[in-house]
């Protein structure tokens, strides 16, 4: 292999690296922005079950109810 072709050699894998880096950085900023967004969606869960909660009855005061009882005689 002469310089020429070694050097040009040389240049394709280095440009082939960058491009997977490049696309390496861009998945990396998705997915980044996926966390992001699942960790918001969590949060928001949360806060919700919590205000449910709250907003149930407490523990103890009312028995939990069988479905099974409330079904129509017909089943």
């Known amino acids: 292999m002469n310089p020429t072709q070694e050097a040009n050699s040389i240049d394709t894998r280095l440009i082939n690296l960058e491009i997977k880096a490049s696309y390496t950085e861009d998945l990396l900023d998705k997915?980044?922005?996926?966390?992001?967004?699942?960790?918001?969606?969590?949060?928001r869960l949360?806060?919700?079950?919590?205000?449910?909660?709250?907003?149930?009855?407490?523990?103890?005061?009312?028995p939990l109810r069988n479905l099974r009882d409330e079904l129509p005689p017909h089943y």
């Open 46 to 62: 949360l806060r919700e079950v919590q205000f449910l909660r709250q907003q149930g009855p407490d523990e103890g005061q009312t």
């Open 31 to 43: 997915l980044d922005q996926i966390v992001t967004r699942q960790q918001d969606q969590i949060d």
